[in-house]
């Protein structure tokens, strides 16, 4: 099996970017614009990868989307340059452009790459060969700007293969990765996935690593059997993101432990720590010798042997269990300490330590590593659930830290905000919520007492708040959160987990904001839709993206209502007519139950306000497609090709959207049938639940054509497959017309 088996769409994410007319109908060149044609001709004066593939860049824009066949008159030359001069930043640009001649200068080759990028866009705004004449200097607002291929699995190592904990505890769910005949690095980050993270303004990438498997070390010998092959590949992908300006990260969540069975315990019993919370998966305990030359010495080997990579990111909490604190809250009393080392939840080692302490070591010791072979390499401490010990900002774990450790803040965790009027703490990963949250703020505040900087950990393309799309339309917001995060302070950031990770408007809107001087949000947005639907339809894609930001204000942005709602499937969601008292499944697996019927999961807002919350959120969207709709006619050519995509996508929405709300008014319905005793009562609820699930059957069969026209669509990046698409709406379907045709008419003769 192929990734275009599983994946339908990887096959364009692959392929090369500049083949089509660009050309738009009617588009002419403004006055005072330059007009490239065939008597110029490119002159590239360095020959550093990054500069080369920006010329050849240019070249295939200007050939193969213009149809420009360049000349050779030196008289009329694009001119590509670097000067340090340029700019105090290597990715700092000048453009000069006048008539007879375009110069593009880099303050390093990466600089030039992104000057040409710059050349690009200006030519896709006008349509066509032409650019308007200006001086332009532009620098990059953030230092690093880390994305992720939306093909790269999670629970499976992109370079090794391995699946490790805790997918291989009983999840009782599916993940099909890594079955792929051409899966691999060279496929999960073809060099057209990294020019087109490029030119939406990336400029790093990460992947998944264990130091198990990336790395030798003299405690542990049996580690690191294929270690140098891997270094292999992972300098081999270095080299071929270098050409595009990109740099590699390795994101690691260590000491990761090891399921109870491995045959490593009986090695070395004496490291071995509690399971905690787990289950399956035993803790390797970081307050022995053994793990603690394990972390240094696998961290200097990796480096050591691949100087490119540019850092690591580091989560210390949560996720996977690693060390003896990463799943355990700090017990209240020093009775309790004693149940839980009793217990086998506690290791008694890391019991007479504080959970600041054990990870203010680790990261110092993954760091004295790193830097022992890359001085330069960026070490970035991520403080995702470090409210498992202290409270925001977790100022014990910051002081623990190295000086010249990054700090990696949850930008919108913790921020109070509000949903049909209902006040509540967004916990989660966020587009509604712009940023920058208190708990944010509190780090960003510690780092710049120390005159450190702040990294922002952000989602650029969508959140669980709607996780199996290309990414949430709401267009202004992403634009806004980039303004802000400047005016926060944020010098880095990561912009993606492991979904919500495909290029599109958003990371391209995104682009935009991220080169100085900063343009508004309303410039930024408007420019990228020019490109893309042409002036005269960009205006209506505009509106029509403000309006849906308007309707996500009020989603109801809760862990449990995003993590276990019904938004994920939406269409494809099972109406349960008899009680079953189920869960409903995990919005970020491929849960094998389907059929979850309790409603335990709308908190804080509970299953009546999350319904009207769903209502009026699927009321105003809907608005804002028929915004949309009404530029449809001012579009020609691949403009109204694109922009029916677009559209179909938040149509996609706003199926899932319907189907959210439909399956909690059925449920509603149906729980107080159960409990009604009076016949005239549950008459009329069954004709509820009758009206609920007819209106359902329209709205998932509007969403068949929508997946089959974008198939993209209903695909989860972390879950690695499809919750929505014809086979699985088709299965619900049956489904919901035994409900209509055998249940509800049943009911209604024993009433």
Same mark, same amino acid.
């Given at each position: 099996m192929?990734?275009?088996d599983?994946?339908?769409?990887?096959?364009?994410?692959?392929?090369?970017?500049?083949t089509?007319?660009?050309f738009?109908?009617?588009?002419?060149a403004?006055?005072?614009?330059?007009?490239?044609?065939?008597?110029?001709?490119?002159?590239?004066?360095?020959?550093?990868?990054?500069?080369?593939?920006?010329?050849?860049?240019?070249?295939?824009?200007?050939?193969?989307?213009?149809?420009?066949? $360049?000349?050779n008159?030196?008289?009329?030359?694009? %001119?590509? &340059?670097?000067?340090?001069?340029? +700019?105090?930043?290597? !990715? #700092?640009?000048?453009?000069?452009?006048?008539?007879?001649?375009?110069?593009?200068?880099?303050?390093?080759?990466?600089?030039?790459?992104?000057?040409?990028?710059?050349?690009?866009?200006?030519?896709?705004?006008?349509?066509?060969?032409?650019?308007?004449?200006?001086?332009?200097?532009?620098?990059?607002?953030?230092?690093?700007?880390?994305?992720?291929?939306?093909?790269?699995?999670?629970?499976?190592?992109?370079?090794?293969?391995?699946?490790?904990?805790?997918?291989?505890?009983?999840?009782?769910?599916?993940?099909?990765?890594?079955i792929?005949?051409?899966?691999?690095?060279?496929?999960?980050?073809?060099?057209?996935?990294?020019?087109?993270?490029?030119?939406?303004?990336?400029?790093?990438?990460? $992947?998944?690593?264990?130091?198990?498997?990336?790395a %030798?070390? &003299?405690?542990?010998?049996?580690? +690191?059997?294929n270690? !140098? #092959?891997?270094?292999?590949?992972?300098?081999?992908?270095?080299?071929?993101?270098?050409?595009?300006?990109?740099?590699?990260?390795?994101?690691?969540?260590?000491?990761?432990?090891?399921?109870?069975?491995?045959?490593?315990?009986?090695?070395h019993?004496?490291?071995?720590?509690?399971?905690?919370?787990?289950?399956?998966?035993?803790?390797?305990?970081?307050?022995?010798?053994e793990?603690?030359?394990?972390?240094?010495?696998?961290?200097?080997f990796?480096?050591?042997?691949?100087?490119?990579?540019?850092?690591?990111?580091?989560?210390?909490?949560?996720?996977?269990?690693s060390?003896?604190?990463?799943?355990?809250?700090?017990?209240?009393?020093?009775?309790?300490?004693?149940?839980?080392?009793?217990?086998?939840?506690?290791?008694?080692?890391?019991?007479? %330590?504080?959970?600041?302490?054990?990870?203010?070591?680790?990261?110092?010791?993954?760091?004295?590593?790193?830097?022992?072979?890359?001085?330069?390499?960026?070490?970035?401490?991520?403080?995702?659930?470090?409210?498992?010990?202290?409270?925001?900002?977790?100022?014990?774990?910051?002081?623990q830290?190295?000086?010249?450790?990054?700090?990696?803040?949850?930008?919108?965790?913790?921020?109070?905000?509000?949903a049909?009027?209902?006040?509540?703490?967004?916990?989660?990963?966020?587009?509604?919520?712009?940023?920058?949250?208190?708990?944010?703020?509190?780090?960003?505040d510690?780092?710049?007492?120390?005159?450190?900087?702040?990294?922002?950990?952000v989602?650029?393309?969508?959140?669980?708040?709607?996780?199996?799309?290309?990414?949430?339309?709401?267009?202004?917001?992403?634009?806004?959160?980039?303004?802000?995060?400047?005016?926060?302070?944020?010098?880095?950031?990561?912009?993606?987990?492991?979904?919500?990770?495909?290029?599109?408007?958003?990371?391209?809107?995104?682009?935009?904001?991220?080169?100085a001087?900063?343009?508004?949000?309303?410039?930024?947005?408007?420019?990228?839709?020019?490109?893309?639907?042409?002036?005269?339809?960009?205006?209506?894609?505009?509106?029509?993206?403000?309006?849906?930001?308007?309707?996500?204000?009020?989603?109801?942005?809760?862990?449990?209502?995003?993590?276990?709602?019904p938004?994920?499937?939406?269409?494809?969601?099972?109406?349960?007519?008899?009680?079953?008292?189920?869960?409903?499944?995990?919005?970020?697996?491929?849960?094998?139950?389907l059929?979850?019927?309790?409603?335990?999961?709308?908190?804080?807002?509970?299953?009546?306000?999350?319904?009207?919350?769903?209502r009026?959120?699927?009321?105003?969207?809907a608005?804002?497609?028929?915004?949309?709709?009404?530029?449809?006619?001012?579009?020609?050519?691949?403009?109204?090709?694109?922009?029916?995509?677009?559209?179909?996508?938040?149509?996609?929405?706003?199926?899932?959207?319907?189907?959210?709300?439909?399956?909690?008014?059925?449920l509603?319905?149906?729980?107080?049938?159960?409990?009604?005793?009076?016949?005239?009562?549950k008459?009329?609820?069954?004709?509820?639940?009758?009206?609920?699930?007819?209106?359902?059957?329209?709205?998932?069969?509007?969403?068949?054509?929508?997946?089959?026209?974008?198939?993209?669509?209903?695909?989860?990046?972390?879950?690695?497959?499809?919750?929505?698409?014809?086979?699985?709406?088709?299965?619900?379907?049956?489904?919901?017309?035994?409900?209509?045709?055998?249940?509800?008419?049943?009911?209604?003769?024993?009433?």
């Amino acid at each position: 099996m192929r990734l275009a088996d599983t994946m339908p769409f990887s096959a364009d994410l692959r392929s090369p970017i500049w083949t089509e007319i660009a050309f738009r109908p009617g588009a002419i060149a403004q006055p005072g614009d330059v007009t490239i044609d065939g008597s110029w001709a490119i002159a590239c004066e360095c020959e550093e990868p990054a500069a080369i593939s920006g010329r050849n860049v240019l070249s295939d824009v200007l050939r193969l989307s213009y149809c420009v066949p $360049l000349g050779n008159r030196p008289e009329c030359q694009i %001119r590509l &340059s670097v000067d340090a001069s340029a +700019g105090d930043h290597p !990715e #700092a640009h000048r453009l000069s452009i006048a008539e007879g001649g375009i110069e593009v200068i880099g303050a390093s080759a990466v600089g030039l790459l992104h000057g040409v990028f710059r050349l690009i866009a200006l030519m896709r705004e006008r349509g066509g060969p032409f650019v308007p004449a200006l001086t332009e200097v532009r620098s990059p607002l953030f230092k690093h700007r880390i994305h992720r291929s939306a093909l790269s699995p999670f629970y499976v190592e992109e370079l090794t293969g391995y699946v490790g904990p805790p997918f291989s505890a009983n999840w009782d769910c599916e993940y099909p990765a890594y079955i792929e005949e051409d899966a691999g690095p060279d496929q999960f980050y073809h060099e057209n996935i990294l020019l087109r993270l490029a030119m939406h303004g990336f400029n790093g990438i990460w $992947l998944r690593g264990a130091l198990r498997k990336f790395a %030798r070390n &003299s405690a542990f010998p049996e580690f +690191g059997e294929n270690a !140098e #092959a891997i270094c292999a590949q992972l300098r081999s992908l270095c080299e071929r993101a270098a050409r595009f300006g990109m740099k590699v990260f390795l994101y690691m969540n260590e000491p990761m432990g090891l399921n109870e069975d491995d045959a490593f315990w009986q090695a070395h019993p004496q490291v071995r720590g509690p399971q905690g919370r787990t289950s399956g998966v035993n803790f390797l305990c970081s307050s022995t010798d053994e793990v603690k030359t394990y972390l240094r010495e696998s961290a200097q080997f990796i480096f050591e042997r691949v100087p490119e990579l540019a850092g690591v990111l580091l989560i210390t909490a949560s996720e996977y269990p690693s060390h003896c604190w990463s799943h355990t809250r700090v017990p209240g009393n020093a009775e309790q300490i004693t149940e839980m080392i009793e217990a086998g939840t506690l290791c008694p080692r890391c019991a007479k %330590r504080t959970p600041q302490e054990v990870v203010g070591e680790i990261v110092s010791l993954l760091r004295e590593g790193i830097k022992a072979a890359s001085p330069d390499a960026e070490v970035i401490a991520w403080n995702w659930s470090w409210s498992l010990w202290e409270d925001d900002p977790q100022r014990g774990v910051l002081e623990q830290l190295p000086d010249d450790v990054i700090v990696m803040g949850d930008y919108e965790r913790g921020q109070m905000t509000e949903a049909c009027g209902f006040a509540y703490k967004n916990d989660e990963y966020s587009i509604k919520v712009i940023g920058p949250s208190p708990r944010f703020t509190g780090v960003a505040d510690f780092q710049r007492e120390r005159g450190l900087p702040v990294y922002a950990k952000v989602q650029i393309g969508t959140t669980h708040e709607n996780p199996n799309i290309p990414y949430l339309p709401t267009l202004q917001k992403i634009a806004r959160k980039w303004q802000t995060l400047v005016e926060s302070g944020t010098t880095g950031m990561m912009t993606c987990w492991n979904f919500g990770n495909m290029s599109s408007l958003g990371t391209e809107v995104a682009g935009e904001m991220t080169f100085a001087p900063q343009p508004s949000v309303e410039e930024a947005v408007l420019a990228v839709a020019t490109r893309h639907f042409g002036p005269e339809a960009a205006p209506h894609m505009v509106a029509g993206w403000q309006q849906l930001c308007t309707a996500q204000d009020d989603f109801p942005t809760s862990i449990p209502v995003m993590y276990y709602g019904p938004i994920s499937r939406g269409p494809a969601f099972h109406f349960v007519f008899d009680r079953r008292d189920q869960k409903f499944p995990r919005s970020w697996l491929l849960d094998n139950n389907l059929d979850g019927d309790r409603l335990d999961w709308a908190s804080p807002f509970g299953p009546e306000k999350t319904l009207e919350c769903y209502r009026v959120v699927a009321r105003r969207w809907a608005e804002g497609i028929e915004i949309m709709r009404e530029g449809l006619p001012k579009a020609q050519g691949a403009q109204l090709d694109e922009m029916q995509r677009e559209i179909t996508l938040a149509a996609f929405c706003l199926a899932q959207l319907v189907s959210s709300a439909n399956v909690v008014e059925f449920l509603l319905a149906r729980d107080a049938y159960y409990a009604s005793e009076d016949a005239a009562e549950k008459r009329a609820l069954l004709d509820q639940m009758e009206a609920t699930c007819r209106a359902e059957l329209d709205n998932a069969l509007s969403a068949i054509p929508l997946c089959e026209a974008d198939s993209r669509l209903g695909w989860h990046g972390e879950a690695y497959g499809y919750m929505i698409n014809r086979e699985l709406i088709e299965e619900k379907l049956v489904g919901l017309r035994e409900i209509l045709e055998q249940k509800i008419p049943a009911a209604r003769e024993g009433v």
